[in-house]
């Protein structure tokens, strides 16, 4: 089984890593739910913000979301 299809293997971030992460792109996280603190981080980061749109399948292999939007 590819690391892509095998959710064992594949780690979800924890809401502490990503509230830093989004303090070292400059944003507040103050009182965000997780989806809107990973939208706003993947605006920042010049992408698409479609963390938990629903979608079934994810051309972005090295995001370091997928795993927890997929589940």
Known sequence: MSPVTSKS???????TQ????AKNL???PGKMNKTDL???IQCAEGN?????SGQTW????????????LK
């Not at 698409?48 to 938990?52: F, L, M, Q, R």
């Not at 051309?59 to 927890?68: I, L, M, N, T, V």
């Open 9 to 15: 293997k594949i780690k979800t971030m924890k809401i």
């Open 18 to 21: 990503i509230k830093q992460k």
């Open 26 to 28: 400059g944003i507040n």
């Open 38 to 40: 990973i939208h706003a």
């Open 48 to 52: 698409s913000p479609c963390y938990a």
């Open 58 to 69: 994810c051309q972005y292999e090295d995001c370091c979301f997928r795993a927890d939007c």
